[in-house]
């Protein structure tokens, strides 16, 4: 059997393990309580218990699965308990018949009492949930508090094992010992600790320590709309692992002029935010997220589409932008949601050629072209070095099942073998982290080629002697820049208290960020073997990272390879579409000046060759034309053109709200949408200053130095 289903095999017994020893504890359980053998009962129980706790404490996915099969900690419990009962009733005497009821009044008490403590659970979640959720910004006037105790607050199923512990433990002893008093013992402690539970939560219903309610909170919200006054915004709502797409958008919005601000609809995804100092403001509800429309936010910019985004383009006073999180020859790059929008901002020509070609019913006059602003930091020379660095980065299987989506199914492990075939090939293996999602033979063969690049490694010199003066320095890097990604509130805390301790940022977090990112990536590097093989595939090294280190990328057809042709270096594109190459050519525009690849990837040595030797590289000035018809010119910068992009967008909702007041009349305006208007356009022009100056201060500094800052 293949190593990699030895250990497929091997995780799902792991998975699985728990649930049966749970089972079998049960079901021996009962064995000794009907058939009266203390030995068995008190063994199966311990078990049980014992199994339980390291269930809640190390096995999330576990609990899980027990509570979608509605076997939930609560019904284990009382199993568990009901049945050492059982046990102490048919092991005992009849003269402990006293102590049996007492016994059965205490363990009905402790339930009694843990659901008490569940209702109170829930009456200060709900007094300590506001309307909505904020980060980086000052929540002083709102009365937050710190939170309970998770333990109290948010986790019954562990409330429940933990408070009910001493009175299981003293069941059981009972049943050992055939003394009662362990079980009343245990019984007393139960009763006491819920009894405390109940107190702790009950001080957190005093009206001394409950926030405004949402009247007063949405009063106060509304005040610092009008305080800060923002300019522009990013709108983004979507699902845990959707994050990257907004998140890849801050550091372009954070340098923009004026008060950006971001808005979110899924409570989760605040935390899910990378490191920022923008304001951060969720509106989980329709009717609340209307209040923005009364502010002077006049632009909003969206990086993807979802079904909620519909409720915010009901706002006609905010004219709407969809800016995408990346661009490709696949059919998602064109979406006919797109024409919803005001405008859709695109990269290059080549997308505003997809649209027209694509017939969706996107407008060429509602089409901007900005670049790409994340590019900034990719490198246009090769490394160089003694080895040829290829960086192999497939894409997943996608959603649509469409033939070619990802080159890891048929011609992965030809690419791999043929790379690793080569002594002078370093291969840095990146696959796409949703790889196997949906398809699992796309999985299966991940597994495989991460199994033959360890192989590989393992017959290196090099790779068997790793450089150890650098580990040092990149495990206190490291340690840095956790320390400075970490989340800083507790781990026990609510939304409430994160919005405490995550008001106003000191500033200068997402620089620090940065900076911390790039020494990190420097010193990883640095402290690789130079002919190693690499298996990338977690967040660190980023993608980007990955570029500047490569001489040639292998992919498929993605916004990677649209990324990629910034570097200006030498790409293939693995074509398992099963069409001839010039109709892959034609159907994809991004792989005009790419070394197509075949699934038995015969065309390895020809890409290796171009890498290596200008002369052989027929697609030098390609790529050239390819960059600038897929990513837009270099100059103006990308950033430049984004914050012209964004201006022009505003102006435009205030020359609608102006076109919207003059019909109206002055004498009929509200005194309060006059006020606002006056405050979109100040707001407005001190952006532009902040823009003009900012062009004045970066008009005088040297090429190297605007490369550097990204400005």
Not at 473 to 492: H, S
Not at 641 to 651: C, D, H
Request: include cysteine.
């Amino acid at each position: 059997m293949p190593p990699t289903s030895l250990a497929l095999r091997s995780q799902a017994i792991g998975r699985l393990l728990p649930t049966v020893v749970l089972a079998a504890s049960f079901v021996a359980s009962a064995v000794g309580a009907a058939m009266a053998l203390p030995w068995l009962l008190v063994g199966a129980a311990a078990v049980g218990l014992v199994t339980e706790l390291v269930v809640h404490r190390w096995l999330k996915q576990t609990l899980a699965r027990l509570g979608r099969l509605r076997v939930d900690a609560t019904l284990r419990q009382v199993l568990r308990d009901l049945l050492l009962v059982v046990g102490v009733v048919r092991t005992a005497g009849a003269e402990h018949e006293g102590g049996w009821t007492a016994l059965l009044l205490g363990l009905l008490a402790v339930y009694g009492l843990h659901f008490v403590s569940q209702g109170a659970a829930i009456l200060v979640r709900r007094t300590r949930t506001l309307p909505f959720v904020t980060r980086n910004i000052d929540t002083s006037g709102l009365k937050l508090t710190a939170a309970p105790p998770a333990l109290l607050l948010r986790r019954p199923g562990h409330r429940l094992l933990g408070f009910g512990l001493p009175a299981t433990a003293g069941l059981i002893a009972t049943v050992a010992a055939d003394e009662t008093v362990w079980a009343l013992a245990g019984i007393g402690v139960s009763l006491v600790l819920s009894l405390a539970g109940i107190v702790r939560l009950a001080v957190h219903l005093l009206p001394r320590r409950r926030a405004l309610n949402e009247e007063r909170a949405l009063a106060w919200l509304d005040e610092w709309l009008a305080a800060y006054g923002p300019t522009t915004g990013m709108y983004f709502s979507g699902g845990a692992s959707s994050a990257y797409q907004a998140n890849m958008w801050l550091e372009p919005l954070a340098a923009l002029p004026g008060r950006p601000i971001i808005i979110l609809r899924e409570r989760f995804m605040v935390q899910k935010i990378a490191a920022t100092d923008l304001p951060v403001l969720c509106l989980p509800k329709v009717a609340h997220l209307m209040r923005i429309e009364q502010s002077t936010l006049k632009s909003l910019v969206h990086p993807s589409n979802s079904g909620k985004t519909s409720q915010v383009l009901r706002m006609p006073g905010i004219k709407h932008a969809f800016i995408n999180h990346g661009e490709s020859d696949k059919l998602s790059s064109c979406n006919p949601y797109a024409k919803a929008y005001d405008e859709v901002w695109v990269a290059g020509p080549a997308a505003r050629e997809r649209y027209a070609l694509a017939d969706v019913g996107v407008e060429d006059k509602d089409i901007v072209e900005i670049g790409r602003p994340q590019l900034k930091g990719i490198d246009t020379v090769a490394p160089g070095g003694s080895v040829t660095t290829v960086l192999y980065a497939p894409t997943w299987e996608g959603w649509d099942g469409q033939p070619g989506n990802t080159s890891v199914i048929e011609a992965g492990e030809n690419i791999v073998r043929r790379l690793l075939a080569d002594p002078k090939v370093r291969l840095l293996y990146k696959p796409h982290p949703m790889t196997g999602s949906v398809d699992p033979r796309a999985g299966a063969a991940n597994e495989r080629i991460q199994e033959l690049i360890r192989a590989a490694n393992g017959g290196r010199a090099a790779a068997k002697d790793p450089k150890d003066k650098g580990a040092a320095e990149l495990e206190r890097l490291a340690a840095e820049l956790d320390r400075l990604t970490a989340a800083d509130y507790r781990e026990g805390s609510d939304e409430m208290e994160r919005m405490l301790v995550q008001g106003t940022p000191s500033g200068g977090r997402d620089k620090a960020v940065d900076e911390a990112t790039r020494r990190w990536e420097d010193a990883y590097w640095a402290s690789l073997p130079e002919d190693a093989h690499q298996i990338i595939t977690g967040p660190r090294p980023a993608l980007y990272s990955c570029f500047n280190q490569a001489d040639v990328l292998i992919s498929d057809v993605s916004s990677v390879v649209s990324d990629y042709l910034a570097s200006g270096k030498p790409y293939a594109v693995a074509n398992t579409a099963g069409v001839s190459e010039t109709q892959f050519r034609t159907d994809f525009p991004t792989v005009r000046a790419a070394t197509i690849l075949t699934p038995d990837a015969a065309q390895v040595p020809e890409l290796l060759a171009a890498a290596r030797n200008a002369s052989r590289d027929g697609f030098a000035r390609a790529r050239g034309e390819l960059k600038r018809y897929l990513l837009g010119p270099d100059e103006p910068s990308a950033q430049s053109r984004f914050a012209r992009a964004v201006e022009a967008l505003s102006a435009k909702a205030l020359e609608r709200e102006e076109r919207q007041l003059a019909r109206e009349g002055t004498s009929t305006l509200v005194p309060s949408q006059a006020d606002r208007a006056a405050a979109a356009r100040a707001a407005v022009a001190e952006g532009e200053e902040e823009r003009d100056f900012a062009a004045d201060a970066l008009a005088g500094s040297e090429p190297d130095s605007l490369e550097r800052t990204g400005d």
